[in-house]
């Protein structure tokens, strides 16, 4: 700083470059706030199919350039960019199978054509070889009260439709107790073969899909580790290296039955 | 007629490339042809030679995703090619979005706002604070947070692949350049501009100031979209230094004294004047 300015003025420069930071910093932060928000709000909605060989969500997002070279390799037109008003995050590549689903191309033109990896060519291959059969955009689950197979009706719609059919998706026959005479034909999903291209939501003959695709995250359920199958040899084997872990409560200081006797004061001795 | 596109030549010359740059986009979407496939984020050049957006791999950098090398020799190649031709060069001759915000800084000259609203009341270093902050949200919220507010990706992507409720954004731009502020989203806002401004400093391509056949015109000025860069106007004879220049040359074009024209860096007299 230049020392002829009058002592009064440095003073009020200083207060001045003060005050203009305070207010940059504020204003800085305000943006930041409202931005983060917004962009919490966008990349909340996981009910979102993506190409085959999508990494996980999460990864996916910081990985994915919004770049369309999936969208445009793709021959059946499945892949779309999520647009301003599409209330998903913007321009990441997402498809609706009722409209085009993904027809499970066995050379995969989407996965390669991606630059930054967000779709991983390792996800899809087996020995070397691209194997649309391990994508994994999400899992078909049906509605049994919609299901007209349910009913009694007879559709096999979506068995047929599915390219791993007797894999992913199998009939199964009970018997019609309502009619006695007849047979239900009840679909199955096999969630672990089923890859989600949604072909069979695509077939469905009800007028909103009975059958459909969800994110595999969203529609699957865990049991978590405490429970184990007794007769699966695989799964015992888990035993073998458990641990325990006791708790400590206060109650569990005395016996169980002793607890049980304490009646603590509840009738009059 | 001939001195109308004398007078203009830059400024057609970059109308051309702007919409044939999106042509072949558009044309790689629809009919397959295979010159320049994806968007401005990232593309493809004949098929072979990847092309990325440095400020995009930034973000993701910070957001801390796993980076594959065909992304990042593709953002080498176009920091390069910028650092040769001036970082804003992206600017003028590339980016759809400088066709918006030009369209209102002609209507604003012609109704003459510029007269009326004198002093421009924000900062252009607001640019560089956005892009600061891009980084920080792209690190802690683990995504590539400017990409997902770009209106210059949005506009792109949406010229290519469909535009949705992008036209808004589009609007917004050319109203608040029109009626808030003038050059407001590429002079003073747009983290994208920040960003090939710092990789302009370096460049050899340099619009150079003649100050003898100056006649104070101001006619460069008037026309710049970042006058502060053309403060030697009238002073000094030296190349404008600022990588916020656009290396558009409407200034070239519409001086009528040859005191402005493109040149190439001279590195030895650079080299002179330091020492
Ligand atoms: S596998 Fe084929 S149909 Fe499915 S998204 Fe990829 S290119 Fe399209
Ligand atoms: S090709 Fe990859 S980076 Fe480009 S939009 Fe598709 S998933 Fe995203
Ligand atoms: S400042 Fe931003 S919006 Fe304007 S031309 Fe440059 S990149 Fe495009
Ligand atoms: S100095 Fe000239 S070339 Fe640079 S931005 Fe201004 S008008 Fe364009």
Redesign the interface.
């Known amino acids: 700083m230049s020392n002829n300015i009058p002592k009064k003025d440095q003073k009020m420069n200083r207060r001045e470059f003060f005050l203009n930071s305070a207010r940059?910093v504020g204003l800085?932060a305000l943006?930041?706030l409202m931005?983060?928000a917004?962009?919490?709000e966008?990349?909340a909605s996981t009910l979102l199919l993506r190409p085959p060989a999508a990494l996980k969500e999460?990864?996916f997002?910081?990985?994915c350039?919004?770049?369309?070279?999936c969208?445009?390799a793709c021959p059946y037109d499945t892949l779309?960019?999520a647009?301003?008003?599409?209330n998903k995050?913007?321009?990441t590549p997402y498809f609706v199978p009722r409209e085009i689903p993904c027809y499970m191309c066995p050379d995969i033109p989407c996965v390669p054509?991606c630059?930054?990896?967000a779709l991983d060519e390792k996800l899809v291959t087996t020995n070397n070889k691209l194997d649309i059969k391990k994508a994994d955009m999400g899992v078909a689950v049906i509605d049994d009260n919609s299901c007209i197979a349910f009913w009694g009706i007879q559709c096999d719609a979506c068995y047929r439709a599915c390219p791993i059919l007797g894999e992913a998706i199998t009939v199964e026959y009970t018997k019609n107790e309502r009619t006695g005479k007849h047979a239900f034909l009840k679909p199955v999903v096999h969630a672990d073969a089923c890859t989600g291209c949604g072909l069979c939501e695509k077939a469905c003959v009800t007028e909103k899909a009975a059958i459909f695709v969800l994110p595999r995250e969203v529609a699957l359920g865990k049991a978590g580790d405490y429970y184990i199958k007794g007769w699966d040899k695989n799964d015992e084997k888990r035993l073998e290296k458990a641990t325990s872990k006791i708790t400590k409560t206060k109650l569990s200081e005395r016996k169980a039955v002793d607890s049980l006797n304490d009646l603590g004061g509840i009738l009059d001795d | 007629m001939i001195n109308l596109i004398k007078k203009n030549r830059f400024l057609l010359l970059r109308r051309v490339s702007q919409i044939s740059l999106m042509v072949l986009y558009i044309a790689?979407?629809i009919w397959?042809l295979n010159i320049l496939?994806?968007?401005l984020?990232?593309?493809?050049l004949f098929d072979v030679i990847?092309l990325?957006?440095p400020y995009?791999?930034l973000q993701?950098f910070a957001?801390?995703?796993?980076?594959?090398t065909?992304?990042i020799i593709?953002a080498v190649i176009i920091i390069l090619f910028y650092m040769f031709i001036g970082g804003r060069a992206f600017c003028s001759w590339v980016c759809p979005v400088n066709m918006i915000t030009d369209l209102s800084n002609y209507i604003r000259r012609k109704f003459e706002f510029n007269k009326i609203q004198k002093r421009q009341p924000a900062s252009r270093n607001i640019r560089y604070?956005?892009l600061a902050?891009s980084l920080?949200?792209s690190f802690?919220?683990?995504?590539?947070?400017f990409?997902?507010?770009s209106p210059v990706?949005?506009i792109h992507?949406?010229i290519?692949?469909?535009?949705?409720?992008?036209w808004?954004?589009i609007l917004i731009i050319f109203l608040f350049d029109l009626f808030v502020l003038k050059n407001g989203w590429c002079g003073h806002i747009c983290p994208i501009g920040g960003f090939y401004s710092l990789i302009g400093k370096f460049s050899f391509i340099r619009v150079h100031h003649n100050h003898e056949n100056c006649t104070a015109c101001m006619k460069c000025k008037e026309v710049c979209p970042e006058s502060q860069v053309l403060f030697m106007v009238t002073k000094d004879s030296i190349p404008v230094v600022s990588g916020e220049c656009t290396n558009c040359g409407r200034c070239v074009e519409v001086c009528d004294d040859e005191a402005l024209n493109f040149s190439i860096k001279n590195l030895k007299r650079k080299y002179n004047e330091i020492n």
């Open positions: 940059a800085a943006g930041g931005w983060s917004y962009v919490d966008v990349t999460d990864d997002l910081k990985t350039i919004k770049c369309g070279m969208v445009e779309m960019l647009k301003p008003g599409d995050p913007l321009g054509v630059p930054t990896g | 790689a979407n397959g496939v994806g968007n984020s990232s593309s493809k990847p990325s957006d995009a791999v993701m957001a801390g995703a796993l980076i594959a065909d992304i593709g604070y956005v902050l920080i949200i802690f919220m683990g995504i590539t947070a990409e997902f507010i990706s949005m992507r949406g290519i692949f469909g535009l949705g409720f992008g808004a954004a």
